[in-house]
């Protein structure tokens, strides 16, 4: 009998990568999102405001459109868009009419 050192053999492992199926958009306005106050689940619909400060989604408990100058944008077709915010995330001294002022702009 001889024991020398076998060879063994060294299996190359192949790295697949298959590519994710597309999502089916058919169905896009049966989400449902869940209110960031109440928690209720409502349909896009219902859905009012997504806070930039807590970047949650509201259709109660909503603050308004801050006129501050970092929150209001100039969009490439020459209208305006202010960032909306929630009560939670604005000074409650500075709503006026659906108009606030959100704390990053407040301390300026």
């Known amino acids: 009998m001889c024991f020398t050192s076998k060879t063994h053999k060294i299996k190359k492992r192949i790295n697949r990568v298959y590519p994710s199926p ?3 958009y058919k169905d896009i306005h049966k989400e449902k999102y869940i209110c960031g106050y109440c928690n209720k689940i409502c349909n896009n619909k219902e859905i009012k405001i997504y806070c930039d400060g807590c970047e949650k989604f509201y259709h109660c408990n909503i603050a308004g459109v801050c ?9 490439p077709n020459g209208k305006t868009h202010s960032s909306r915010y929630c009560i939670d995330c604005v000074n409650k001294n500075t709503i006026d009419n659906g108009k606030c002022l959100c704390k990053k702009c407040d301390k300026k």
């Open 22 to 24: 597309i999502p089916d």
């Open 67 to 75: 006129i501050g100058s970092d929150c209001t944008y100039k969009l």
